[in-house]
């Protein structure tokens, strides 16, 4: 008990001056509630200001490397940001970075993809429901929710273009019955 208390005191005093990667190591050698202490360390750190999956700030990249520290850990805390700000579109990427594909589907489902449509910005649905798409089997309902969105944007792109494709398609529809 005393040894947790003297390496959960370290950790704090380093965070307190800028050093939460070193905390995040000092936490590691505690007995009990250590990864609920590092996710705490990540939440509180972590850089706001990126977008892009695979860009790490130099102390990110200490955690994950040298401390092996879980990197879905860093895209959470970067998804419970952007819900904090209410960036939708960021939640859905940041959590499909961490593999939690239901509820980035959920997300996108609630708060993004209706405003999208209703807007006629569904071009901005585009690159959300790619990704999700190449998840499709390990999100609960996509066939019955998500995967009629990513139809519904990819409809023009099977649609007759044109006079003469549209003519095509009706002489093959009355020739042979299908398209």
Known sequence: HLASKLVTSYAAQLDRIGLWEWSVFV?????????????NL?????????????????????????????GNMFHCARALHARYSRDWSKVV??????????????????NIAP??????????????????????????????????YFSYLHLPSVLPQGEEELELAR???STTGTC
């Open 27 to 39: 936490a590691q050698h505690l007995p009990a509630g250590r990864s609920a202490t590092i996710r």
């Open 42 to 70: 990540v939440k509180r750190n972590i850089t706001r200001n990126t977008t892009d999956v695979a860009t790490l700030c130099e102390e990110e990249r200490r955690c994950l490397h040298d401390y092996h520290v879980d």
């Open 93 to 110: 990427t940041w959590y499909t970075a961490a593999q939690m594909f239901d509820s980035a589907h959920r997300i996108l489902l609630d």
């Open 115 to 148: 405003q999208k449509i209703v807007s006629r910005e569904e071009g901005d649905l585009i690159p959300l429901l790619t990704a999700l798409q190449q998840h499709r089997y390990d999100i609960q309902n996509w066939e019955n929710e998500g995967a009629i």
């Open 171 to 173: 002489h093959q529809i």
